[in-house]
């Protein structure tokens, strides 16, 4: 039993060490400034990793709005099989000051996890987002259909950054046109 237990102890270990040495890989620092009034609002999900809570989903977009005691609401949205499905969820701030750009994002009861703007364009209408790690990466719009030029850029940032932009998958949007 307990050379069992060291076997699955050494397995997961194994498996977790790529993951760390790639994850300190990249740069996922947050832009130093962010106006979140101005980020408030819709975004469409232009681009993204394939990660299991939106496997498959399309016309994918999340609102935020501010509410009174200071958090922000999340709606995330989209279709699945030709159902529309939704996650409501809260974020926070929690050093607007120092770290504006760093939210904290919950869909389940107090388990949050790092929402980091890494990249906004001046006018606040395309943003590339990630994470604490290189497990996520997203490529948002205030339109459901940016230019490819726009698209492009925020992609070479997250190259740039070091990111595999070769996981990134397009997600349609044909319902938001």
Same mark, same amino acid.
């Given at each position: 039993m307990q050379s069992i237990l060291k076997l699955l102890a050494v397995m997961s270990a194994s498996a977790l060490l790529p993951m760390s040495l790639h994850a300190g890989n990249i740069d996922n620092t947050p832009? /130093?400034? +962010?106006? +979140?009034?101005?980020y408030l609002g819709t975004w469409y999900e232009i681009a993204r990793y394939d990660h299991s809570f939106e496997r498959g989903m399309t016309d994918v977009r999340a609102e935020y709005v501010l509410r009174d005691d200071g958090k922000?609401? @999340? +709606?995330n949205s989209g279709w699945l099989d030709g159902k529309s499905k939704t996650a409501h969820g809260k974020a926070k701030q929690p050093d607007p000051e120092a770290a504006p750009a760093l939210l904290r994002v919950s869909f389940f009861l107090f388990f949050y996890s790092d929402y980091r703007i890494l990249m906004i364009d001046d006018d606040y209408t395309? /943003? +590339? @987002?990630?994470s604490s790690s290189d497990s996520y990466l997203w490529i948002l719009s205030r339109s459901p259909s940016p230019s490819q030029e726009t698209i492009n850029k925020y992609v070479a940032e997250a190259k740039h950054r070091g990111y595999d932009t070769t996981r990134l998958i397009k997600v349609p949007q044909s319902r938001n046109r």
């Open positions: 832009v /130093a400034k +962010l106006d +979140l009034s101005r922000i609401e @999340v +709606l395309t /943003a +590339l @987002v990630g």
